[in-house]
């Protein structure tokens, strides 16, 4: 049974960065295509970056384009979301998944095949 537990979340004034990390156990890690969703509250939830099981291919939504990174390291078994220039609006509780999908399909799937506990991301202005 894949794991997922996530780290990295906090309290972060506005335009700082964050770094999410994300430890994978439980199944062959470069099966899968990695993302991290998140959910703020009375919002649904939105996939904001996903990367491919070579971690060359990545995906961002608009929301986030341009001040974020996510990276994949496969000898670790990790992944990792940098955020910078973070915005009130990023506040959210924000999860690291992983899809059996490839990216293509990840991108419109909008659900994934396992989830993490979530961390919470909080942006003061």
């Known amino acids: 049974q894949v794991h997922l537990v996530e780290s990295g979340g906090g309290l972060v004034q506005a335009g700082g960065s964050l770094t999410l990390n994300c430890a994978f156990s439980?199944?062959?890690?470069?099966?899968?295509?990695m993302g991290w969703f998140r959910q703020a509250p009375e919002n649904e939830r939105e996939l904001i970056a996903a990367?491919?099981?070579?971690?060359?291919?990545?995906y961002y939504a608009d929301v986030v384009k341009g001040r974020s990174h996510i990276l994949r390291d496969n000898g670790e078994e990790t992944i990792s979301l940098q955020m910078n220039s973070l915005k009130p609006e990023d506040t959210a509780v924000y999860y690291c998944?992983?899809?059996?999908?490839?990216?293509?399909?990840?991108?419109?799937?909008?659900?994934?095949?396992?989830w993490g506990q979530g961390t919470q991301v909080t942006v003061s202005s």
């Open positions: 439980g199944g062959t890690f470069s099966s899968y295509t």
């Open positions: 998944t992983a899809d059996r999908l490839p990216i293509q399909s990840v991108r419109t799937r909008q659900d994934s095949d396992y």
């Open positions: 990367v491919d099981w070579r971690g060359k291919t990545k």
